[in-house]
């Protein structure tokens, strides 16, 4: 447990608080050498990166955070975060009483323990070996964004139905991030029909063989589907197209071998199948934000 606790930001009774931090020199309990030292809460937090990147260490892991990640820091948990630059990112702090029952459920499946637990197959878009993050993009990006500022608007608002206005708003960012959490992965053992099962074991085959040259059109020929029908159905049931998602994880993949097993650039892009280090770089930074060097 740790050592430091941090209080609620609010102290007008709310129990719901939307923050938005954009520059080191105002974000609360900094030290001088940018570092929110190893804390916990009694309620909830969600983060979400929105520019820049910071060191995240959570589950005795050490990671990078790129715009993107989210993730759900339940009570009692103590993580670390570091800055070297200015990083505009959103906290989303409540506490379990803010929500019904039912809606406290989807709050704890998007902890680690639970994506461990239901998705621990799949740790290529969700980090789930590492700390239970969701990595968003495009129109997930710009959802996510526009309800927390709508949270922000209530919490700042001076209307009297604005915490029950922020409830119904939590709610709903809640929703929308657990429907592309379903929509990335399929839960173990459960293949459901016929596109599902097409799907999880295309996703199986992909994580088995990331340094293979993979012709969608021969995965959709050898399920007697066309191409443009293979790449509607992978859509649909992952959030993305077959190539974007292979590119994501093999970046993913690769990102991780840098920052955890001190491997280098060169050998990272080699393991999954990128022989072309200027090619490499610039699909990195198109899919992180930042060259493989960042991450060293």
Not at 232 to 256: C, H, S, W
């Amino acid at each position: 447990m740790a050592g430091l606790y941090l209080d609620f930001p609010l102290s007008n009774g709310s129990r719901i608080c939307v923050q938005r931090h954009e520059d080191r020199l105002h974000m609360p309990n900094m030290r001088s050498d940018g570092v929110v030292p190893d804390h916990a809460h009694e309620f909830y937090e969600m983060v979400f990166i929105l520019h820049n990147s910071c060191r995240h260490v959570y589950q005795e892991d050490e990671t990078t955070l790129i715009p993107g990640d989210l993730f759900m820091i339940p009570p009692h948990r103590s993580h670390l975060l570091h800055f070297t630059e200015d990083v505009f990112y959103y906290n989303c702090q409540f506490f379990a009483d803010a929500l019904a029952a039912e809606w406290m459920e989807d709050v704890q499946s998007l902890t680690y323990d639970r994506l461990k637990e239901n998705f621990g197959g799949y740790d290529n878009i969700f980090r789930i070996d590492r700390q239970g993050i969701l990595h968003l993009e495009g129109e997930e990006i710009k959802e996510t964004v526009r309800l927390l500022e709508l949270i922000f608007e209530e919490q700042n608002s001076a209307f009297p139905d604005s915490e029950r206005m922020k409830q119904v708003l939590l709610c709903l960012l809640l929703a929308r991030i657990k429907r592309i959490r379903d929509k990335r992965f399929i839960p173990n053992n459960s293949c459901g029909g016929w596109k599902e099962k097409i799907v999880y074991e295309t996703l199986a085959a992909f994580d088995k063989g990331l340094d293979r040259d993979w012709d969608m059109s021969e995965l959709a020929a050898r399920n007697n589907i066309s191409s443009g029908h293979f790449r509607k159905i992978f859509r649909e049931i992952t959030g993305m197209p077959p190539r974007q998602y292979l590119n994501q994880i093999r970046i993913n993949r690769a990102v991780d071998m840098i920052q955890h097993q001190g491997m280098s650039i060169y050998d990272a892009a080699c393991s999954i199948g990128i022989h072309d280090l200027n090619y490499f770089s610039r699909l990195c930074r198109q899919l992180t934000g930042y060259p493989p060097s960042h991450f060293r």
